[in-house]
């Protein structure tokens, strides 16, 4: 198994509160990426790095910020978390650009906003 | 933008015989990559299958192979001598080759009941 690693596993909060999820790699890919699952759609990416302080939005970012100065640790940021954030969100790696290289996933981080 | 759907919300099969789960995507592009994620009740995503456009030959992973219909644009997955464990649901997910290659798009999923 890939070795990735998302902190928390699960987390309840309030609206409004700011809300950090962590991903953790051991394998130096350089590729990193935050989806979300909700019932119903799938799973849609968030915002995606491409290398240390390189980021790009994805399709769902809207209400989202992330950061990334260190190749192995990928932060996931909600400034003021809203309860249609509600969701299952997952860290994917890729070893290079491009689908050659699948993407691997952590296991998931079950976040409640109420 | 691509798509992908999944038409089959929900499937059950019999321990020890064969399913069929079907997937449809939508593109432009000529040339690209198609996966069959897993998922158990674990919640884990777990990469079961890929196919590379430019390959007429379908892949396969053991028990699992696929359909690959480019000119029909389908993929459907086939699971053989189902087995309780492959209980799951199941994704259908594109990527295309190149740059911005950088997005899987998922479809909705088939959730998968193996009955013993």
Redesign the interface.
């Known amino acids: 198994d890939a070795g990735i690693t998302q902190s928390p596993r699960h987390k309840v909060t309030e609206t409004g509160t700011p809300v950090t999820l962590r991903c953790h790699q051991t394998e130096n890919h350089r ?1 990193m ?1 935050w989806y979300r699952q909700d019932p ?6 968030i915002h ?1 790095s ?1 290398g240390v302080k390189d980021t ?1 939005k ?2 769902v970012s809207d209400g989202y910020s992330v950061s990334r100065s260190k190749t192995e640790d990928f932060l996931l940021t909600l400034e003021s978390a809203t309860s249609s954030q509600t969701s ?1 969100y ?1 860290c ?1 790696i890729s070893e290079s ?4 290289q ?4 952590g ?2 981080t079950r976040l409640s906003i109420l | 933008a691509q798509t992908v759907t999944q038409s089959q919300p929900e499937m059950s099969v019999q321990e020890a015989e064969t399913v069929t789960l079907s997937c449809t995507y939508d593109t432009s592009e000529n040339n690209y990559y198609l996966f069959w994620y897993k998922q158990p009740p674990s919640r884990q995503m777990i990469l079961v299958i890929r196919q590379e456009a430019y390959k007429q030959q379908n892949a396969t992973e053991n028990r699992f192979s696929v359909n690959f219909q480019k000119a029909a644009k389908s993929f459907s997955l086939k699971i053989s001598d189902s087995q309780l464990g492959d209980t799951a649901m199941y994704f259908c997910a594109f990527s295309q080759v190149g740059a911005g290659s950088y997005q899987l798009t998922f479809g909705k999923g088939t959730k998968l009941s193996v009955i013993p």
């Open positions: 590729y990426y119903g759609h799938g799973l849609r990416l995606y491409y790009d994805g399709e299952v997952f994917a650009w491009g689908s050659n699948p993407q691997h996933f296991d998931g």
